[in-house]
């Protein structure tokens, strides 16, 4: 079978040779030829719920959604497929699986929606679970040439976070953080309390030790605030078939539990990173201003949550023109077929510095 993805190297490097014909119509990690000097100021970060889904139901809406805005960069999450390499066998989160005729016709598909307008003129950089759970992808204007893409949170390794959760994109002068949080759980006995504190912890570690304006985005799986959930009393209340964590700040919804919000909190504060949307936005919008909505029959009808996120450093603050959730309403507008709506970020171009000029004597 033709190779529509060109693996990229193990450095993260963007390769140097680009594909033609076909393979460069097709979302690849090859490309047209960058301009070194232009850095990316558009952004759209979205929770999919499935891609391979949203691209058999809700793509052509997507593709008119992504065409008005025309973002330079496209940050997916839950991407939902598997990674190429057989059963039982290695794997390779950067490829898609097309080992079997079913995994075939779903690459198939994948190929084909990537490969007309507006996603023919991106590249795609993706990190796979080994089964169709999790998983991210960024795609990158062609016209912009990153200098690195890596995997994983210590950014020295070639290996993948576990599940796909982490793709990081180095610019000249910024860089782009895609991540898919793990969910904090309900219980303290099935470790994901202690999977979220773990992860929780690595992200501070990561966002001290950043070098250049960061920009972190994704699904963060916490709601800060009660200004960022619409019914505070309901997620604070939250329980599982009646089941009560042993310590008060695990209890209550996962991703607005005590203990989530303060480690949040203390992430911002010690990473020097300011919340995009809310420096934009300090009122509760409860028609727009919620990134996830409960689903529309039963309990959690009109129950929402803002769980997505564009985070910046403080050195890029002033730079925010908007941010914005682009679903509104209980009935999933704007969600295109998942319980997540796209958010934006746009940057304005950054100032530039006139020489001074040497007076003569």
Request: proline letters at 6%; a positive charge; hydrophobic letters at 30%.
């Amino acid at each position: 079978m033709k190779r529509f993805f060109q693996p990229v190297p193990k450095d993260g490097s963007p390769a140097k040779k680009r594909p033609t014909g076909a393979a460069a119509t097709a979302a690849s990690a090859g490309g047209g030829e960058g301009a070194p000097c232009e850095e990316p100021r558009r952004f759209v970060t979205w929770n999919a719920n499935s891609l391979l889904l949203r691209m058999k139901s809700d793509w052509s809406a997507f593709c008119q959604f992504v065409a008005r805005l025309d973002p330079d960069v496209i940050c997916i999450q839950e991407v939902r497929m598997p990674a190429a390499g057989s059963k039982g066998g290695p794997k390779n989160p950067s490829e898609l699986k097309d080992d079997t005729s079913s995994s075939r016709e779903e690459k198939q598909t994948v190929l084909r929606a990537l490969s007309s307008s507006p996603f023919k003129d991106y590249r795609v950089w993706w990190s796979l679970s080994e089964s169709k759970y999790a998983g991210t992808a960024v795609f990158v204007k062609k016209k912009f040439e990153p200098k690195k893409v890596s995997f994983n949170l210590d950014r020295t390794s070639s290996k993948h976070e576990a599940d796909g959760r982490v793709i990081i994109v180095e610019f000249e002068s910024l860089l782009l953080l895609n991540t898919y949080a793990p969910n904090n759980g309900w219980k303290e006995e099935e470790n994901s309390f202690q999977r979220r504190r773990k992860w929780d912890k690595r992200m501070l570690e990561f966002v001290q030790q950043v070098d250049k304006p960061l920009i972190w985005c994704g699904d963060l799986n916490v709601s800060h605030d009660e200004i960022d959930v619409s019914h505070p009393d309901f997620f604070s209340s939250a329980k599982l078939s009646g089941y009560i964590p042993p310590n008060k700040e695990d209890c209550g919804q996962p991703g607005f539990t005590l203990a989530e919000r303060q480690r949040f909190g203390n992430l911002l504060s010690q990473g020097k990173l300011v919340d995009a949307y809310r420096c934009l936005h300090k009122e509760k919008d409860m028609e727009c201003g919620f990134s996830w909505s409960g689903n529309p029959i039963g309990k959690y009808r009109g129950k929402r949550m803002r769980i997505d996120y564009f985070i910046v450093s403080e050195r890029l603050k002033d730079r925010i023109n908007s941010c914005k959730m682009h679903g509104h309403g209980i009935e999933l507008e704007g969600f295109y077929g998942s319980d997540h709506c796209p958010v934006s970020l746009e940057l304005s171009k950054e100032a530039v510095e006139a020489p001074e000029l040497k007076s003569s004597v």
